[in-house]
């Protein structure tokens, strides 16, 4: 089992057990991630961030819908109960299917809302597939999760499925969910997974509420045996003032979002990250590799010489940069630095400033 801490797509470095070897390497459906190991999983995606950024990506986030039967206090895709009638349709899904798989990005991940709340889900899952993408799955636990047949899921492709697990207890999961039954359906889906030989990642969103059952979390993923544990932090941001939170981030190896990471609404709008909701284009008018390679944010969040504050002369920026969503979430500048790093550069502000 790998236990990570990373980004969405997108989170912060956390610290955990002791005695556990260190390694930098790459998750199959994560960022570039520095990770603790217990049996370190050899992954199919190259284990180093690749050059040519500019060109090509690493990881895209589609949000196939925003239906969800959940409706969690902290989810960051204001989830409805119905799909929304401006998603994009079959066609329009197969023809963005086939331009990413011009571009390549080693990985796709279809996300939500739940992406089984569209009946063509694993209809997408084997087009793309097909099309050479590496394919990952993001489904809610709900009693349509729990009917699903795993061994179709991943016949049709999947090489990985996420399951939340927000807390080490039915009582902390549930209240964090905010419906009863969750938990059982989560565990009862990672056993669904296991049986079917689909590999499972499991995510965890750190927060004040869950931080004191971590020793349990970590016992529970013994158990659970989940190829990846994938654990967040939510940061108090800008949003959070106005009843919101979003997510601290921190993907190493120089991925970061909108640097091999791209985000693809439910309605075609392309972002940096899920977190960064700046509207880049839309699928529906652009080529997302077009959007990728040319649009203004995209192009400055990827040059180092614009990140602002200790970030910006910072020796480790071309293989970190920081979280821009916390840069964004917390100071509302996505090119600020870092707000959660504690590291201080060994230019010091000074000095820098002499030097440009
Ligand atoms: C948006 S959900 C979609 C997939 C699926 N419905 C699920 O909950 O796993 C993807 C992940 O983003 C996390 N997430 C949603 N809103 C968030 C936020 N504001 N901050 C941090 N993580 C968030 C969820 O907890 C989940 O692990
Ligand atoms: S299950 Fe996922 S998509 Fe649904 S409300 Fe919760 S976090 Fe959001
Ligand atoms: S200051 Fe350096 S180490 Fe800290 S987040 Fe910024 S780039 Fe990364």
């Known amino acids: 089992m790998t236990i990570s801490s990373q980004t969405a797509s997108h989170k912060i470095g956390a610290t955990f057990g002791v005695g556990w070897r260190s390694v930098v390497g790459v998750w199959a459906f994560g960022m570039a991630i520095k990770m603790p190991v217990l049996d370190l999983e050899v ?14 990506l690493f990881l895209v986030f589609w949000e196939v819908t925003r239906a969800c039967a959940l409706a969690c206090k902290h989810c960051r895709a204001e989830t409805q109960s119905h799909r929304h009638p401006q998603e994009l349709n079959r066609e329009e899904s197969s023809r963005l299917i086939g331009q990413l798989a011009e571009l390549r990005p080693p990985m796709l991940i279809l996300t939500g809302g739940d992406p089984l709340m569209r009946t063509d889900a694993l209809d997408l899952v084997r087009e793309a597939a097909a099309a050479g993408l590496h394919v990952g799955l993001s489904p809610s636990a709900t009693a349509r999760l729990i009917h699903a047949d795993f061994a179709e ?8 499925i996420s399951l ?3 807390g080490a207890t039915r009582a902390t999961h549930d209240a964090f969910r905010g419906v009863s039954g969750t938990f059982d359906r989560t ?9 079917a030989d689909l590999s499972v990642q499991i995510n965890t969103t750190l927060t004040r509420g869950n931080l004191s059952e971590y020793e349990a979390f970590k016992k529970l993923m013994f158990e659970l045996k989940p190829a990846i544990w994938s654990v967040f932090l939510l940061v108090q941001s800008l949003g959070a003032r106005a009843g919101k939170h979003r997510p601290g981030m921190r993907s190493p190896l120089g991925i970061r979002d909108g640097r091999e990471v791209m985000f693809i609404s439910h309605t075609g709008v392309v972002s940096l990250s899920g977190f960064l909701p700046f509207d880049c284009g839309n699928v529906r008018e652009e080529h997302p590799t077009e959007i990728y390679r040319h649009h203004p944010l995209f192009v400055s969040l990827r040059d180092n010489q614009a990140l602002g504050g200790k ?7 071309s293989c970190c940069g920081g979280s821009r969503a916390r840069a964004y979430g917390v100071i509302g500048d ?3 630095e870092d707000p959660a790093c504690v590291y201080q550069p060994k230019v010091a502000a000074a000095s820098y400033k002499a030097l440009v």
């Open 311 to 317: 970030c910006g002369r910072c020796e480790f920026n």
């Open 43 to 56: 992954s199919r995606v190259p284990a180093m961030a690749y050059d040519g950024f500019e060109e090509r």
């Open 164 to 166: 939340s697990l927000d």
């Open 334 to 336: 996505p090119f600020a």
């Open 153 to 160: 899921i991943k016949a049709a492709g999947v090489e990985r």
């Open 187 to 195: 565990i009862a889906a990672v056993h669904r997974a296991h049986a």
